[in-house]
C-alpha cells in the first residue's frame, strides 16, 4: 500500500541558509501535518492543513512556513536556519475528521542537520 | 481540552512476561485515545485507537488497551513481550480541533531477553 513520501530523507545545511521539505501524502488524503523531534525529544506539532488550508498550528517558528498544494502535497519551507533546527521532521497524513478514524499516517521522516 | 500523561519514562520487561504502559487522561467530553509506536529513527506508528464501543481495544502487533472511565486511564498491555517491541510509545488523545494530535511525552520500553 502506498505510504506517505518524504523528500528528501537527509538534508544538511548551514546556518542562515533556507531548507524546503516536501511531504506527499497518502492517495485520498486531504489532511496533512508537520512535525519537528530533536534528538531525544517527543514529536512536537508544527502545522496542519486541510484542503490546502491551515487548519492547526503549533509550535511553528515564524522563520518557518508551509502550505499544502493542489495535489495535496505539502512544503515546509525553514529560513534562516539555526542549530536547533537539526531535528527530524516528519510529515503525516490522514483522511478528514468525517471521512477517517482519526489515525495519522506518518512517513519515515527527514532529517535535517545544519552546521 | 484533552490531555494525557505517561507517568513513566522507560518500563523494562523481560521477554515472554507480560507488558503494561500506562496512560491516564483528562478530558471534556468523550475522549479520542489513541496509542502510536515509534521505532529507532522511523516514523510513529499507529498501534490502537478508543471512540467509543468496548473498553478493551485491540490492535497492531498483538497489543491491546483497556478504557477504564472510573480511572481515567488507557493503559497499553501486551500478554507476552518480545525484544522486537522495544521502542518508544505515545498515548496522544485527539484535540477539540479535530485535526492535530500532540504527542507529550512517551514511554520507553525495553524488553531484554
Known amino acids: 500500500a502506498a505510504g506517505v513520501i518524504q523528500s528528501p530523507r537527509h538534508l544538511i545545511k548551514e546556518k542562515r541558509e533556507t531548507a524546503t521539505l516536501k511531504c506527499y501524502p497518502i492517495?485520498?488524503?486531504?489532511?496533512v501535518y508537520w512535525y519537528q523531534q530533536g534528538p531525544g525529544q517527543d514529536p512536537q506539532f508544527l502545522i496542519s492543513f486541510y484542503e490546502k488550508m491551515q487548519s492547526d498550528k503549533g509550535s511553528i517558528p515564524d522563520r518557518f512556513s508551509a502550505q499544502q498544494f493542489s495535489d495535496y502535497h505539502s512544503e515546509l519551507n525553514m529560513s534562516s536556519l539555526e542549530l536547533g533546527d537539526s531535528a527530524l521532521y516528519f510529515c503525516?497524513?490522514?483522511?478528514?475528521?468525517?471521512?477517517?478514524?482519526?489515525?495519522?499516517?506518518f512517513g519515515e521522516g527527514s532529517r535535517l542537520t545544519v552546521l | 481540552a484533552q490531555s494525557v500523561a505517561q507517568p513513566e519514562d522507560q518500563v523494562n520487561v523481560a521477554e515472554g512476561n507480560p507488558l503494561t504502559v500506562k496512560c491516564t487522561y483528562s478530558?471534556?467530553?468523550?475522549?479520542?485515545l489513541f496509542w502510536y509506536v515509534q521505532y529507532p529513527n522511523r516514523g510513529l506508528q499507529f498501534l490502537l485507537k478508543?471512540?467509543?464501543?468496548?473498553?478493551l481495544v485491540k490492535g497492531s502487533y498483538g497489543f491491546e488497551a483497556e478504557f477504564n472511565k472510573s480511572q481515567t486511564s488507557f493503559h497499553l498491555k501486551k500478554p507476552s513481550a518480545l525484544v522486537s517491541d522495544s521502542a518508544l510509545y505515545f498515548c496522544?488523545?485527539?484535540?477539540?480541533?479535530?485535526?492535530?494530535?500532540?504527542f507529550g511525552k512517551g514511554t520507553s520500553l525495553l524488553v531484554t531477553p
Open positions: 496522544a488523545p485527539y484535540s477539540n480541533s479535530g485535526y492535530a494530535l500532540n
Open positions: 478508543y471512540i467509543t464501543g468496548d473498553n
Open positions: 478530558v471534556s467530553g468523550n475522549p479520542y
Open positions: 492517495p485520498r488524503h486531504d489532511t
Open positions: 503525516a497524513s490522514s483522511l478528514s475528521l468525517g471521512e477517517g478514524t482519526g489515525e495519522l499516517f
